[in-house]
């Protein structure tokens, strides 16, 4: 048996302090990445909506669940349809974590639209989480006299929209091409409250993709004093307030038409869809979704949240991730039939009359 060596404790104490030091220094890189630095976060739409409100009260809460405790900004780039924001955060946005989207759901559904055109990529972005959202609601001002979606097959409807990949443009187009109602489309408003009120100045006479807890939470007495008419609703199931208002795809007359409209409708299920862009390195979109969850889960945030009447609803990153995919990939069959129903038609329903422009977006 060797000798027993005495070794200095001295040594031992230096040798413990320049690990403990080496381990402190690689410890936490993604709380040493983010400490100082300052997040964007992208909203594609304009102020005070409920997409705007719902950024600014996540960007409040969400740092302190951030290693490095980074702050967080949020900036409005509204246009295009949403694609204007989605574009910048494919292509413009630093590729580190320090850009988090905002952006409509039907996004990675515009995508499949356009197919090879497309100047972004859905199933590139890192997608943190979802904030939920209501049902999406098509109505009709209470002075036009129409109160149904029947009603709008024999009677012509003006609504509004930001741009032709906005559900306010899809949802009407679509319903126009396949059972031939008559919504005569003006797209190009510059966001979704000059659209609002564009019609209640009497400009347009209806809006479509309008989520039931954001006209809550925008316009409450819309519906309160029954100032609109809902025609229907976009989703996979009727909203609890709203159980004799018929989903969109229930309107359909045949089995094809329900096809396509249920692939239309499936893109509400992201709800308010949270993302950072591609190529942000593993740990630190571990640690953006991770921070997103415990956000949806603050009390003060689910606080000002219901005082706020933002309906929160949240889902988890990687099951966002999994409805995008499943967006992308959809049969190549249904996605023809859904491409049609983009289409921009020279004639819009049967009122013959052109979809116009503002021009801008």
Known sequence: MPPFKKVSLGFVSAAAGVAFCFQAAIADPVEDFYKGKTITMIVSTGVGGVFDLTARSVARYMPKYLPGHPDIIVKNMPGAGHKRATIYMYARAARDGTFIGLVNNGIPLQQVVDGSSAQYDASKFNWIGSAGLSNLL??????TGVRTVQDVMTHELVTGATGISSNGYIY?????????????????????????????RGEINARAGFSLSA?????????KDRKVNVLFQTGMKREAALPNVPLMYEVAKTPEQREILTLLSSAVSLGRPFFTTPDVPKDRVDALRKAFDATMQDHDFVAEAQKLDLDIRPMA???????????????????????????????????????ESHGKD
Request: a neutral charge; proline letters at 6%; glycine letters at 8%.
């Open 215 to 223: 006209i809550m939470q925008e316009h409450p007495g819309w519906i």
């Open 172 to 200: 009407p187009n679509a319903m126009n091409l396949l059972l031939g109602t008559r919504f005569t489309i003006v797209s190009g408003y510059a966001s979704s409250p000059e659209a609002d009120l564009a019609m209640e």
């Open 317 to 355: 990153g990687s099951h966002l991730a999994q409805i995008v995919d499943k967006t992308i990939h959809s049969p190549a069959d249904i996605v023809e039939k859904v491409r049609a129903a983009y289409a921009s038609p020279k004639k819009t329903g049967a009122s013959g009359a052109k979809a």
């Open 138 to 143: 098509t109505v009709a001002w209470h002075t």
